[in-house]
């Protein structure tokens, strides 16, 4: 596709599930970024990947939420034993290059509702 | 290692201007700036890299300080279309992308 492609788009787990989020890039996109996005809140950084390398997991909140690349395209976000808390908006990202040179592209973002 | 964006948020007459500053503690390499309508995702306006520049985007327009590792964006005679809210990002060249908490602009006829 044309642009960054995230799915689910809606996801309602219930307290304790486990969740996969996926986030398809554009093509040949080095950089992949997630953000989580509260309700009202500007994106705060999760990790962020060099093709298949993650860089940077330093905003993962819990060792709860985990991070892969593994190919250096498509990603999955993996939340495990999910808590209301981790309600939000899960924004991914790419850019060619770097966000040090150009700009992010974001996908149109994976809404979860933990009950 | 967030930026902090001032106003919280704008009410606006179209035609009217406004001024969005972001600011960092940390020393800083780009600024983004993006924008975000309720429900979709946000918009790339523009980049500024270190050296202080100004850039402009039509109306849009922006500058950054690296000395005071500040930015601002500038929206002048905004037009309804510019209704939605502002993220500055900011980045120390390691491509660590940060987020403000963002701007909330309305724009009225």
């Known amino acids: 596709g044309a642009g960054v492609s995230q799915s689910p788009r809606y996801k309602v787990a219930k307290r304790g599930q486990d969740v996969a989020l996926r986030c398809d890039p554009i093509s040949g996109h080095v950089s992949l970024f997630w953000y989580q996005q509260a309700l009202g809140q500007g994106p705060e950084f999760l990790t962020y990947f060099q093709n298949e390398a993650q860089l940077d997991k330093s905003g993962l909140p819990s060792d709860r939420f985990f991070a892969e690349r593994p190919e250096g395209s498509v990603s999955t976000l993996k939340i495990q034993r999910t808590q209301q808390e981790d309600s939000a908006v899960y924004l991914c990202?790419?850019?060619?290059?770097?966000?040090?040179?150009?700009?992010?592209?974001f996908g149109e973002g994976s809404r979860l509702t933990v009950l | 290692q967030q930026p902090v964006q001032s106003p919280q948020a704008v009410i606006l007459r179209e035609g009217e201007d406004a001024v969005i500053n972001c600011s960092s503690s940390?020393?800083?390499?780009?600024v983004h700036w993006y924008r975000q309508k309720h429900g979709e995702a946000p918009v790339f306006l523009m980049i500024l890299l270190k050296g202080g520049e100004q850039k402009g985007h039509e109306k849009i327009s922006a500058s950054f300080n690296e000395k005071k590792q500040q930015s601002s964006l500038y929206l002048t005679a905004s037009q309804l279309s510019y209704s939605g809210t502002y993220f500055c990002g900011t980045e120390r060249g390691n491509n660590d992308m940060r987020f403000g908490a963002g701007t909330r602009l309305t724009v009225k006829p």
């Open positions: 940390k020393a800083l390499y780009s």
């Open positions: 990202a790419s850019s060619l290059w770097g966000a040090n040179t150009g700009e992010l592209f």
